[in-house]
């Protein structure tokens, strides 16, 4: 069955560094890919997600890129502001799995001002 | 919208006591799932309910079972609680099984 890594655990980066979190899959027929972001006590929201047949999707500041051939996709998040402090987690899911979605273990961001 | 809504938000039970967790959504959505998170873990599926009238069991359904009631709702049991499920509970739906799940509030569930 599919599996996800995800790296860092914790990240720490200067306000208005960059981010980027990794993830990689086992199932090469995964083809879908979102990424969600929970904050403190809240419940996860997707923030940007990418299907196989793309290799990169931009929405303002997040970014998530694909490589199918090695099995991994990262979120990376520009001049990060202290908001974007939250766990973020990575998940993928294929259709001979019935969609199932199998998430990463998640990465904690913590934005030091 | 109240989106999706699960009760109760918290609860504590004694091993071997039943419970069950409710959850309604009002996105027309056809899927429905049933997650549990703990530390350090992520989200793992427990079951899920791709459309009305399907169930299917997700990574960890041992100890649980669940109804899709209708479109809108969807119920997770425990019939003999265990200390092993003490955990934060989220019902998700979404339009399809791979498109963006929208979350519950959680239900934060001790077994003691």
């Known amino acids: 069955g599919e599996n996800v890594e995800q790296h860092p655990s914790t990240l720490s980066v200067q306000e208005g560094d960059s981010a980027v979190i990794k993830c990689t899959y086992s199932?090469?027929?995964?083809?879908?890919f979102p990424w969600y972001k929970q904050e403190l006590g809240k419940r996860p929201q997707l923030i940007i997600d990418?299907?196989?047949n793309v290799g990169e999707k931009k929405d303002q500041r997040i970014a998530v890129t694909l490589n199918k051939t090695a099995k991994h996709f990262s979120l990376h998040i520009t001049e990060t502001q202290p908001e974007d402090s939250a766990v973020y987690f990575c998940?993928?899911?294929?259709?001979?799995?019935?969609?199932?979605?199998?998430w990463g273990a998640g990465t904690k961001l913590i934005i030091k001002p | 919208n109240a989106g999706v809504t699960q009760t109760p938000k918290f609860q504590v039970l004694k091993t071997g006591q039943s419970m069950t967790l409710q959850c309604a959504q009002d996105?027309?959505?056809?899927?429905m799932y049933w997650y549990r998170q703990d530390p350090g873990m992520g989200l793992r599926l427990i079951y899920y309910?791709?459309?009305?009238?399907?169930?299917d069991k997700g990574e960890v359904p041992n100890g649980y079972n669940v109804s899709r009631l209708n479109k809108r709702e969807f119920s997770l049991r425990l019939e003999s609680a265990a200390p092993s499920q003490t955990s934060v509970y989220f019902c998700?739906?979404?339009?399809?099984?791979?498109?963006?799940?929208?979350f519950g509030q959680g239900t934060r569930l001790t077994v003691v």
């Open positions: 998700a739906s979404s339009e399809l099984m791979n498109t963006e799940a929208f």
């Open positions: 996105m027309n959505h056809n899927s």
């Open positions: 309910s791709a459309s009305e009238g399907t169930t």
């Open positions: 199932d090469s027929a995964s083809n879908y």
């Open positions: 990418i299907r196989s």
């Open positions: 998940a993928a899911s294929a259709d001979d799995s019935n969609y199932q979605l199998i």
